[in-house]
């Protein structure tokens, strides 16, 4: 029996760093480690990775910024932090931000402590939620008579403000910090922001200087850099840093071997990679664990060496360890990706065996599998039955669904199930964006347009913006109409959404032109002329 109902706990997993926007396709980015994202594997490409420990460790919410927290959490502070971030959450108005709910928390007379600040900011970074984060920041800024902000706090608030603010921002902030809140946690910080906008010529120069500071002895700002050459396709560049670390005696860790797995794997050579994980069987430094299968299972399907991922697949369930859910979301992924629907209804069963309350990623993880393999009807008996189980409503399972929907032309059946979506009030800017996607098929440009504006228009927006490739089909279509009237309404929803500022995402748009539109760098062109 491969799944056991009882389990003991199990460690801390590792979680994906992702290197390009959230909203994107992720069409160049590599997926070499599972991890914790909205919808597990949701195209099987090879990604990065990054722990997600905001207690002690190098490595803080979703990105390598070898933040850690140097202060102690105390008895008797969760209360407070939970409260705060349910206001937070809550706020009719968000643009009143964080200091408005913490000014009105002391008004009552109640106070807080740094732990429970910092643990709220590592909250609202998990969810994405950057920008009350960082207000958060300014809140205790404003207060150093109460508030010492030490080189982790630093490095945290380096990392907010690059996703806030952009690398210009970041960079800013870091030459305006004086010399005691700088250590190798905020160079590590602004060395992962280089690589998530994908500045490869200051991230290479950043560590060098690195280098003479004696901050890159460890295999950290490494497997930051091999992230970066692995989404550029420079895989010698990872071969060459790997030997680096080798002839510097710097030992590689279970990342190190991950990104070299994927590097090798990606460049379709089987043999090659299956060496380099071999040599990590004997590293004594190194153990494989759940997640090493999990990324070999992702090689293999890609490559379709369908047979080895399945033998990879049964090693995942002996390595789990815990009651510990993350891996049955990954083995429903896979084995939804390789149409093995009796494997996905066994793990699927099992999954709810071992666990009597399974959460919203869990539905989320078994109702993509099924719409991956086109078993819609079954995908539609677990939405409803999530429907009478869960305790919130997430739009992104309807979004599974809704999309499937309008890539099958099915548009009347979608707008029915997206009109029902939205008497419950539970539709978001993604939803409102899919049925455009449907609008743009059918050369709709009005009603695609009006689409986009409700998407920026909902109350959730500030997190969404609209995917690269539907940028590039609706202004193609545009060009083709000669349509510039919607043209320019859709740069108004470009420039509220923020595409212009985000350097990541507007640096995925001449990607394109590798791809099914050669006017890449026409509209990329476009768009800046239009700032």
């Known amino acids: 029996m491969l799944l056991h109902s009882t389990i ?9 760093l992702s290197l390009s926007s959230s909203s994107s396709s992720l069409s160049n980015s590599i997926n070499f480690l599972p991890g914790f994202r909205n919808s597990p594997l949701k195209r099987a490409q090879f990604s990065s990775l990054v722990i997600r420990n905001c207690s002690s460790s190098l490595y803080a919410s979703n990105v390598y910024n070898y933040s850690t927290v140097d ?11 939970k409260a705060i971030y349910k206001r937070i959450s809550m706020m009719g108005n968000r643009e009143k931000g964080s200091s408005s709910v913490l000014n009105q928390w ?7 402590t740094k732990w429970e ?35 982790s706090d630093t490095a945290i608030q380096l990392d907010l403000i690059s996703k806030v603010h ?53 295999a950290l700002p490494y ?26 005696e710097i030992d590689l860790d279970l990342y190190s071997y991950s990104i070299w ?21 004997l590293d004594v430094n190194v153990k494989p664990n759940w997640t090493t299968y999990s990324t070999l299972s992702t090689v293999y399907i890609k490559l379709g060496e369908i047979e080895k991922a399945e033998d990879c697949l049964r090693m995942i369930e002996n390595k789990i360890t815990g009651r510990y859910r993350i891996p049955y979301h990954y083995l429903l992924s896979h084995y939804g990706s390789i149409g093995k629907k009796e494997e996905v209804e066994r793990i699927w069963g099992t999954y709810k065996t071992v666990f009597p309350y399974i959460p919203n990623m869990g539905y989320h993880a078994v109702i993509s599998s099924f719409i991956r393999m086109d078993e819609i009807e079954e995908a539609e008996n677990l939405y ?50 899919i049925i455009g996607e449907g609008h743009i098929g059918n050369r709709r440009l009005s009603d695609a347009l009006s689409c986009f504006q409700k998407a920026l228009s909902h109350e959730e927006s500030r997190f969404w913006k609209p995917k690269p490739v539907n940028i590039v089909s609706f202004l193609k279509i545009c060009e083709e109409e000669k349509d510039e009237k919607s043209k320019e309404a859709f740069f108004k929803v470009l420039r509220d959404s923020g595409v212009f500022e985000d350097e990541t995402f507007m640096s995925k748009l001449p990607s394109f032109k590798d791809d099914d539109y050669e006017e890449g760098d026409t509209f990329l062109n476009e768009l800046q002329g239009s700032l």
């Open 8 to 16: 003991s706990q199990s460690p801390p997993h590792p979680q994906p």
């Open 71 to 81: 202060y102690e959490k105390k008895p008797g502070t969760t209360v407070a932090w």
């Open 106 to 112: 002391e008004n009552e007379g109640k106070t807080t």
């Open 117 to 151: 600040l910092c643990r709220l900011v590592k909250e609202l970074r998990k969810y994405g939620r950057y920008k009350l984060a960082l207000e958060v920041y300014d809140w205790m800024n404003n207060k150093p008579e109460r508030f010492i902000m030490s080189p």
């Open 166 to 218: 952009g690398v210009s921002g970041a960079e800013d902030y870091f030459k305006n910090l004086e010399d005691d809140l700088i250590d190798n946690r905020v160079y590590g910080s602004l060395l992962n922001a280089y690589v998530h906008s994908r500045k490869k010529e200051k991230a290479e120069s950043l560590l060098q200087e690195m280098k003479k500071k004696r901050y890159a002895n460890h």
């Open 223 to 248: 497997n930051v850099m091999m992230t970066l050459y692995m989404n550029l396709k420079e895989y010698e560049k990872v071969e060459e840093f790997i030997q680096e670390m080798m002839q510097k």
């Open 261 to 281: 797995i994927s590097s090798r794997g990606s460049q379709g050579n089987v043999k090659k990679m299956e060496e380099v994980f071999e040599r990590m069987k």
């Open 384 to 433: 409803e039955e999530w429907l009478l189980v869960k305790t919130t409503y997430d739009a992104r399972i309807g979004n599974r669904l809704l999309g499937w929907y309008i890539r099958k032309g099915y548009l009347e059946k979608a707008e029915s199930f997206f009109k029902e979506m939205l008497e419950n009030g539970k539709a978001n800017s993604s939803s409102w964006e």
